[in-house]
């Protein structure tokens, strides 16, 4: 037996201590970071529910039960003891706990302790929690030794929730376990094929398909493409790096003027040579310019060992230069930026063989840094990010379309040259700059290489790009099992795909990246109706998760790129939401991308309400950066981007939609959290749209449900994005021009019915509104006596916020809201407001909140107001949030005792010592600046955010 402290429950009551047994009585008796999920549940509902004791010590010893089938053989009656009501009870107490608190610590207890459990009682825990990467690991190993069991009660969770993983899975389960489907009784056979019948669509003739899907290239030996051989020179370009005076500049005088380097200047060059662990013989060597040799530099201990290149810039030139461009790349650390800027601006084009090795070793980083240096030496390094590096492929991409001459004058003999490895890697660069419109850019590179050139380019050009396939065909990995995905359905003939056609789109995808698909793919999309790709997709992408997400096969998880809708959207985005905190961070960034790729409204819509409002700081600003780039792309503003990705979802002019069941007809209108509301013909508010009755019309009845049901799915996740945005265009004081105005509110039949509930302002430069207004139903402008309001064409329009209305005025159109029974959707009128003590003012911190504590969780929701968690530190350590208080101004909170990223139990309390108000990028006491320049509403809206987080305060 073993005591432990049991951690404070989620109410914040201490409780007393309660014996634990543990796996082990050898193991050190030490509080785990989170109590395993029995006791977290025993917690959680000690004042609400009778104890349900689970005594651990009975789960150390092995059941008694019959001698255990071997794995791959069982029967449908595979012993296991009778499951008691307080068991079940237990089971599902933790299923809850385990959804409430989804930590990766506790996932990992819960599924220890579930496979202590006999299979009956395990095996609807794993089934339920089998999105999980260890719940599917356990439910894998459960299905070796208790196939026919299993496969059973996936059959029946299949049927009855309509799971497609459930049913995928399942059928998987039978394919690969024959024996199991033999062992199962008649009617559980019964059962299984009426799970089949379910997935059954009727398939189409070969002569149905298209060619491609029938033979395509890779079948029975690929067709060979006579590309031409040239020996041809290398031509010499010249090296430049494009920077402006100011830039130069800027690059050489922060580092070079750093405290850290001015306190050692008084050091030999000796001194730092030996830093670099560079011999006697290598430093007589570099302090006479010449480069280094094997073995001037002694090896680190150990590999994690490395230099920063700020070393280079205490050493005198001949031999920082000698060093720089000499010293092993792989024993410089990474992240050092401005150092390597820095010896670029002393330097100059002399230290580009420096940078071109060490962005050979580290791509990503070192492309980026060179975006505006113009060297051959860095399009071999380019060429091999672009195909190989997933990570570095952003920087590959940004400096190949910066510098595509030199791109295409360097790869283009590599294309045409006799080294295999080479040439595969150019030819992809190449044919990559030409599908992105590079095409007068090639013709001007081969020209420079004579006329064999320009004819061998030619016939690159004129290459059946369906012939373009990788040396070496992938080989499906084990999750993809053809009838276990939904067919894709042809458009002509609704007849769904074979097998056969389904491995073939399979390997398209497989031979796919999201930036560059396979060709093949085009002619799938053009074959076959887009929702049934969909859910293929979806499929495979499911199979994928329960293999335990293979980054090898990610290529099944892009396929939601290639092939996915607007529903894909809506359903990835909760996944994208919850990785960081499932320690699958990189999963969610590449989640992004996918919605980038679908492209859809929703799908940016759903990708811009992550940019705008997610506690996962790393994975926000990734979405804000994918938002930027397609708001760059269309010369617009990440805001003015995000007034055109509000779908209108097919309403009519006056915001609401017609639902039609025949003899009986229904209106849906919004109310003022965009949530749907439905109205008979005589305007009879009802409780959700009826039942089709037996007068109804069937076909009318089948298209209006789903219809109804999509409309609420759409119209809450637009809700979680527009009201906290326009609530935050307040508070930000954002202006819309006239015409934007019109188009992009007024105009539109769902952003209306939310702003008819605001109060807007005219604003004539950066003072108070000059006119008031609100928006009638029918789209009219009124005054708070309802009078017509005119908005002239070169008017600035803003959501008004409190501080800027006299009290009369707020007063009137209170008023006039109330009378009309209108709801605003966040406060506007009745906003509470605050200002500053007068040494408050003077000073750069205020401490009016000093020794409050609050939950961890309330601070992370801060995130919902506008502001930003800080820095993540070593072991995910953050410890103050910040919010932007003007031009280059931040408002810092700092936390005591500070947090965990994805671990907000770790520390469950946060004291707040201070608010401090400094310039952006500054941290200490240097930047600091007093509160008093700023605005009333901007210091309104700080003391604001903090006096309702106040509110929330717990006892220490």
Not at 224 to 246: C, F, G, K, Q, Y
Not at 650 to 664: I, K, N, W
């Amino acid at each position: 037996m073993r005591w432990c402290r049991v951690p404070e429950c989620p109410s914040g009551r201490n409780q007393e201590r309660r014996r634990v047994t543990y796996e082990s009585s050898r193991r050190p008796c030490r509080r785990p970071r989170d109590e395993p999920a029995a006791e977290i549940a025993q917690q959680q509902t000690q004042r609400r529910a009778p104890l349900i004791r689970l005594d651990t010590a009975r789960t150390n010893r092995k059941p008694m039960r019959r001698s255990e089938p071997s794995p791959g053989t069982g029967t449908a009656e595979d012993a296991s003891p009778p499951q008691t009501a307080a068991h079940d009870g237990a089971s599902k107490l933790l299923l809850e706990v385990l959804r409430s608190a989804p930590s990766r610590d506790n996932s990992l207890k819960f599924n220890a302790l579930i496979k202590r459990m006999p299979a009956s009682q395990s095996l609807p825990l794993l089934v339920e929690w089998m999105t999980h990467k260890e719940a599917r690991a356990a439910l894998d190993k459960l299905a070796r030794h208790h196939p026919a069991a299993t496969l059973k009660y996936m059959t029946e969770h299949a049927l009855a929730s309509r799971s497609h993983l459930a049913r995928s899975w399942a059928v998987r389960l039978a394919l690969g376990e024959p024996a199991a489907l033999k062992a199962l009784t008649s009617a559980e056979q019964e059962r299984f094929e009426a799970l089949l019948s379910s997935m059954k669509v009727e398939e189409a003739a070969p002569e149905q398909l298209p060619p491609l899907l029938r033979q395509p290239p890779w079948v029975n030996g690929r067709a060979s493409i006579e590309l031409p051989t040239l020996d041809l020179p290398a031509l010499v370009l010249p090296e430049t790096i494009r920077w402006t005076l100011a830039d130069k500049a800027s690059a050489a005088s922060g580092p070079l003027t750093s405290a850290w380097r001015l306190q050692r200047l008084d050091r030999s060059a000796a001194h730092w040579l030996a830093a670099l662990r560079i011999t006697p013989a290598g430093q007589a060597r570099v302090m006479g310019g010449e480069a280094l040799q094997e073995g001037d530099v002694e090896l680190p201990q150990h590999a994690f060992d490395a230099e920063v290149p700020d070393l280079v810039l205490l050493l005198p030139d001949p031999a920082a230069l000698a060093v720089w461009n000499s010293y092993p790349s792989s024993l410089w650390c990474t992240g050092r930026g401005d150092a390597i800027r820095a010896i670029l601006a002393k330097h100059g084009e002399a230290a580009l063989p420096g940078l071109a090795a060490y962005a050979q070793r580290h791509a990503a980083e070192g492309l980026a840094l060179a975006i505006d240096v113009d060297s051959a030496r860095l399009v071999p390094t380019a060429l091999h990010a672009l195909h190989h590096f997933k990570k570095a492929r952003t920087a590959a991409i940004a400096w190949m379309t910066a510098h595509p001459v030199t791109t295409l004058t360097t790869a283009l003999p590599l294309a045409f040259g006799r080294d295999g490895t080479q040439r595969s890697l150019a030819q992809h660069g190449v044919r990559w700059l030409l599908s992105q419109g590079f095409g007068a850019e090639a013709q001007q590179a081969a020209a420079r290489h004579g006329s064999e050139m320009a004819r061998a380019l030619q016939a690159l050009q004129e290459t059946d790009p369906l012939q373009v396939l990788p040396s070496r065909m992938p080989r499906f990995a084990g999750f993809f099992v053809a009838p276990s995905l939904s067919r894709p359905v042809l458009r002509h003939g609704g007849t769904g795909l074979p097998d056969s056609a389904m491995e073939h789109i399979g390997t398209m995808l497989a031979i796919s990246r999201l930036d560059s698909p396979y060709p093949g793919l085009a002619i799938v999309k053009d074959a076959c109706t887009p929702t049934s790709l969909a859910e293929f997709a979806w499929d495979l992408f499911e199979a994928w998760m329960s293999a335990g997400a293979p980054v090898k096969e990610a290529w099944a998880f892009e396929a939601l790129g290639h092939l996915g809708n607007d529903e894909t959207a809506h359903r990835l985005t909760p996944f994208i939401r919850e990785w960081p905190g499932e320690s699958a961070h990189q999963r969610a960034v590449a989640g992004l991308d996918l919605l980038a790729a679908i492209g859809s409204d929703i799908a940016l819509m759903h990708l811009n309400g992550i940019a705008c409002k997610l506690k996962f700081k790393g994975l926000q600003d990734r979405a804000r950066d994918n938002i930027d780039a397609r708001a760059e792309a269309r010369a617009l503003t990440a805001d003015e981007l995000a007034d055109r990705l509000v779908p209108d979802l097919e309403l009519d002019a006056r915001g609401t939609l017609q639902l039609d069941f025949g003899p009986r007809q229904f209106r849906v209108h919004f109310d003022a959290a965009l949530k749907p509301c439905v109205q008979d013909a005589q305007g009879m508010r009802l409780k959700d749209l009826p039942r089709p009755g037996p007068q109804d019309d069937a076909a009318l009845t089948h298209a209006a449900a789903p219809r109804f049901r999509q409309l609420k799915k759409d119209a809450r996740a637009i809700a979680g994005v527009q009201i906290p945005r326009m609530e935050m265009a307040m508070v930000r004081r954002r202006r819309w021009s006239a015409g934007d105005f019109r188009l992009f509110i007024l105009d539109h039949p769902l952003m209306r019915q939310l702003c008819t509930r605001l109060v807007w302002g005219v604003y004539e430069g950066a003072g108070a509104p000059a006119r008031y207004f609100r928006i009638e139903e029918d789209a009219i402008l009124v005054d708070a006596q309802d009078a017509r309001a005119d908005l002239p064409d070169d008017a600035s329009v803003g959501i008004a916020h409190v501080l800027e209305m006299p009290q009369p005025m707020q007063a009137a159109f209170g008023q006039r809201l109330g009378d009309c029974g209108i709801v605003q959707p966040f406060r506007q009128l009745g906003r509470e407001t605050f200002i500053l003590k007068d040494a408050e003012s003077a000073d750069s911190e205020i401490r009016r909140f000093a020794g409050k504590t609050v939950a961890t969780a309330s601070v992370m929701g801060l995130v919902d107001r506008g502001w930003r968690r800080g820095l993540v530190e070593d072991g995910g350590y953050v410890g103050w949030y910040s919010k932007q208080a003007g031009e280059g101004l931040e408002v810092h909170l700092e936390l005591a005792p500070g947090m965990v990223v994805g671990e907000p139990d770790f520390q469950p309390r946060q004291r707040l010592p201070s608010l401090v108000l400094r310039r952006a990028g500054t941290s200490g006491f240097d930047g600091r600046v007093k509160f008093g320049g700023l605005d009333r509403i901007t210091v309104s809206e700080v003391l604001r955010d903090m006096a309702l987080l106040a509110e929330a305060a717990i006892d220490p």
